[in-house]
């Protein structure tokens, strides 16, 4: 599976911004799809992700209400909305995937640099 993620790019605090993550790929189910992020000398942290089946979806506490995650499934597509940006946003954001057969994220896009000026 391969993940290729678009996106990301240089806002003002406030604005919003979109990434998108599309899988490609032979022979694969979706299980799971999501985002992770890691800023400047932190460890990668979990963002959201949306379970391809059901849609249910999770956020990490400091994007709540803020970040929407939504998925395309004809299009094998995951993407993120993020609204009223804050400087501590500013981070690689990576897609990652779960199929069926692993139930884990074991596949990885290959980062989108989002900034977010003050």
């Known amino acids: 599976v391969q993940l290729q993620a678009f996106g990301g790019g240089l806002v003002q605090a406030g604005d919003y911004l979109g990434v998108s993550c599309t899988a490609s790929?032979?022979?694969?189910?979706?299980?799971?799809m999501g985002w992770f992020r890691q800023a400047p000398g932190k460890d990668r942290e979990f963002v959201s992700s949306?379970?391809?089946?059901?849609?249910?979806?999770r956020y990490v506490d400091s994007v709540k209400d803020r970040f929407t995650i939504s998925r395309d499934s004809a299009k094998n597509t995951v993407s993120l909305k993020m609204n009223s940006l804050k400087p501590e946003d500013t981070a690689v954001y990576f897609c990652?995937?779960?199929?069926?057969?692993?139930?884990?994220?074991?596949?990885w896009g290959q980062g989108t640099l989002v900034t977010v000026s003050s």
């Open positions: 990652a995937a779960a199929t069926v057969d692993s139930g884990s994220f074991e596949y």
């Open positions: 790929g032979r022979a694969f189910r979706l299980y799971r």
């Open positions: 949306i379970d391809w089946n059901s849609g249910r979806t």
